[in-house]
């Protein structure tokens, strides 16, 4: 505390990343980072862009990214949005189509920086509670809001939600926006993008930090109707305009135009999710459906915590979340099939 910070410094709670270890060697799989490279067209296109035009800005409106992801997705460059990392696109719609009065309504397990923005921007929010099977049941979000927001699959279940009931929240809730935060949505859900034209108040958002791998760059965006996306062109530029540097512009425009890269890389890493779920498994976990990189959890004879020290001791490290009621759970990352098999044999060690 300091008597130079505005009031309201000193009530905010900031969200807590992942740990990135300075340690090589360490078997990451702790905050869904893609075990696979970058496409190498996107890492050429990055390269291309290291040269004397470095000294001038970048484009303001990222126009070649936007036109990049409008044409893989068939939708206008008018209803894309891109940041700087999908946290500060969500930040933006907070900030822009959030703050009405009324509580922002989401799962009470969910992505912990929506609270966080809450608090930064002053919003009042109601968590909902998922289900016992840990499923978001979209009729216990029928009541006043200012708003929906939830990771699709969500974060850390793994859990996704089927387009026809994102339809029925869409229509229980025409007033507000309903923004589907889709960063793992390539592993295995259904995009919400399909939906932008026929509801005006849906947002999705995705990041490029998980199946496109460049988490370093720094790189998300918005898909939906240009009335929200100019609301948040507007704060973006109102706050900073030039959030995406030359070679991010470069770097996330040919990782989206590189779709058998992608497409090849992210079937490999749901081909392991798929043997790292049966490994856990024949060692006692229960597992809960996942349709993301990462799969959550639980065994029923040992404590989550104590495992994820154990894992730790043995170079291995994957997340845990001090919260009641996943307490018992780990998060951990779909690796390389070699990192899968280390976590395996530290699990069974313990
Ligand atoms: C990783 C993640 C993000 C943030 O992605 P960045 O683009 O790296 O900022 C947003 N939402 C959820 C649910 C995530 O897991």
């Known amino acids: 505390m ?38 190498p067209k996107a890492l050429a296109a990055m390269q291309a862009e290291l040269n004397d035009n470095l000294r001038l800005y970048p484009d303001p409106n990222s126009d070649r ?15 894309v949005f891109v940041g700087n990392g999908s946290d500060e696109v969500l930040a933006h719609a907070f900030h822009g189509l959030f703050q009405h009065g009324q509580p922002l309504l989401f799962p009470d397990v969910t992505y912990s920086f929506y609270p966080v923005y809450c608090g930064l921007y002053g ?5 909902i509670e998922l289900d016992q099977q840990f499923q978001i049941r979209v009729e216990d979000y029928a009541r006043p809001n200012g708003g929906i927001i939830f990771p699709n699959p969500n974060a850390p279940t793994g859990c996704a939600l089927g387009l026809a009931a994102i339809e029925r929240l869409l229509t229980a809730n025409p007033d507000t926006v309903v923004l589907v935060d889709e960063a793992y949505i390539d ?22 930090s998980k199946s496109r791998s ?12 240009p009335d929200l996306i100019e609301a948040l062109e507007r704060i973006k530029n109102s706050f900073n305009s030039y959030p995406l540097d030359r070679m991010a512009i470069a770097g996330a425009a040919a990782a989206f135009e590189d779709k058998a890269y992608f497409e090849q890389t ?26 993301a990189n990462f799969v ?22 994957v997340r845990h979340f001090k919260q009641q009621r996943i307490a018992q759970f780990l998060r951990i990352t779909i690796g390389t ?3 899968n098999q280390v976590l395996l044999d530290a699990l069974q060690s313990l």
């Open 296 to 317: 959550f959890a639980r065994h029923p004879g040992k404590d989550a915590a104590t495992l994820a020290a154990g894992l730790r001791e043995q170079g291995v490290i």
């Open 65 to 79: 990214l936007k036109q990049a992801v409008a044409d893989y997705y068939g939708v206008q460059t008018a209803q």
């Open 214 to 225: 460049l988490a370093g760059l720094r790189v998300g965006i918005a898909v939906g109707h």
């Open 266 to 291: 992210c079937q490999r890493v749901i081909d392991s999710r798929e043997a790292v779920v049966a490994g856990l498994e024949t060692l006692g976990f229960a597992v809960l459906p996942s349709a």
């Open 123 to 127: 919003i009042p929010f109601e968590a």
């Open 187 to 208: 592993f295995g859900g259904e995009t919400a993008i399909s939906l932008v034209d026929k509801y005006p108040n849906l947002l999705v958002t995705q990041t490029l």
């Open 2 to 39: 300091s008597k130079f910070w505005s009031p309201f410094v000193k009530d905010l709670v900031p969200y807590v990343p992942g740990e990135q270890p300075k340690l090589a060697k360490l078997v990451k799989l702790n905050t869904n980072e893609n075990p696979y490279g970058p496409s």
């Open 337 to 339: 099939p070699e990192q």
